[in-house]
């Protein structure tokens, strides 16, 4: 079974949705057989590269809300973090456009190093200290490394504006075709979407009802048609 998360780097509660959807993954009985995918979704698309802003005041700019109630949703977005065992840094981080951090996740999932990369990029985002948009391409190389990847080859990646831009931008339609408004929006082998950062338990009867409403394969013909096996082929038949 496939489970496809389009989410953000910049969305904390794709950050949270993430670790309740993997507290639930880890409890499901055939977790093993369940791959995930992440995918592209960007919440600021037109935000220039060099617009970088106090989260606080991206907030008040684009919502309208008092400095105060900015600061009170970024508090309570610290306590549901911390009920998950995550780290959140409530006060005096930044934002950015994450297009070209959405490229360098296409580089890693090609390489296999997808849900490493995302992990400490939202580590970098949300718990760390130092920004993930206002010390340029370099501290992305460092992440980058950290997640299995090589230096150069992301190097390449960031300073190609094409390089992996189209896959983002297909993420990007096909969660509208989908009708995903917002993540994060997780997507069970196309049969069932969730949105939000939802409980545990709710992934949880996800992954069990899609498991097991999985459709078996349907032969349209039985016939004794020759096919080769593990054991050989079929050998025609003197008529």
């Given at each position: 079974?496939?489970?496809?998360?389009?989410?953000?780097?910049?969305?904390?509660?794709?950050?949270?949705?993430?670790a309740r959807?993997?507290?639930?993954l880890e409890?499901?009985?055939?977790?093993?057989?369940?791959?995930?995918?992440?995918?592209?979704?960007?919440?600021?698309?037109?935000?220039?590269?060099?617009?970088?802003?106090?989260?606080?005041?991206?907030?008040?700019?684009?919502?309208?809300?008092?400095?105060?109630?900015?600061?009170?949703?970024?508090?309570?977005?610290?306590?549901?973090?911390?009920?998950?065992?995550?780290?959140?840094?409530?006060?005096?981080?930044?934002?950015?456009?994450?297009?070209?951090?959405?490229?360098?996740?296409?580089?890693?999932?090609?390489?296999?190093?997808?849900?490493?990369?995302?992990?400490?990029?939202?580590?970098?985002?949300?718990?760390?200290?130092?920004?993930?948009?206002?010390?340029?391409?370099?501290?992305?190389?460092?992440?980058?490394?950290?997640?299995?990847?090589?230096?150069?080859?992301?190097?390449?990646?960031?300073?190609?504006?094409?390089?992996?831009?189209?896959?983002?931008?297909?993420?990007?339609?096909?969660?509208?075709?989908?009708?995903?408004?917002?993540?994060?929006?997780?997507?069970?082998?196309?049969?069932?979407?969730?949105?939000?950062?939802?409980?545990?338990?709710?992934?949880?009867?996800?992954l069990t009802?899609?498991?097991?409403?999985?459709?078996?394969?349907?032969?349209?013909?039985?016939?004794?048609?020759?096919?080769?096996?593990?054991?050989?082929?079929?050998?025609?038949?003197?008529?």
């Amino acid at each position: 079974m496939r489970v496809e998360i389009w989410s953000d780097i910049a969305c904390p509660w794709c950050y949270v949705g993430k670790a309740r959807f993997e507290k639930a993954l880890e409890a499901f009985p055939h977790r093993d057989d369940v791959e995930v995918v992440h995918r592209s979704f960007e919440l600021d698309p037109g935000r220039a590269k060099g617009d970088i802003q106090p989260v606080l005041t991206m907030l008040t700019r684009k919502y309208g809300m008092s400095e105060a109630q900015a600061q009170a949703g970024e508090d309570n977005l610290g306590a549901q973090a911390a009920a998950e065992g995550l780290d959140y840094r409530t006060r005096d981080r930044d934002h950015g456009n994450t297009f070209d951090i959405h490229r360098l996740l296409h580089l890693a999932k090609e390489q296999g190093r997808q849900d490493e990369l995302i992990q400490i990029l939202y580590r970098a985002n949300f718990a760390e200290e130092r920004s993930l948009f206002s010390e340029g391409d370099e501290r992305l190389v460092e992440l980058a490394v950290e997640a299995g990847l090589d230096a150069e080859d992301a190097r390449k990646v960031l300073a190609d504006p094409d390089a992996y831009a189209e896959e983002v931008r297909a993420d990007e339609r096909e969660a509208a075709q989908l009708g995903a408004t917002g993540v994060p929006f997780f997507v069970l082998d196309r049969q069932y979407g969730v949105s939000g950062a939802q409980p545990a338990e709710v992934f949880a009867q996800a992954l069990t009802q899609a498991w097991g409403e999985r459709s078996p394969l349907k032969l349209l013909d039985e016939g004794g048609a020759e096919a080769c096996g593990p054991d050989g082929c079929a050998v025609p038949q003197q008529g």
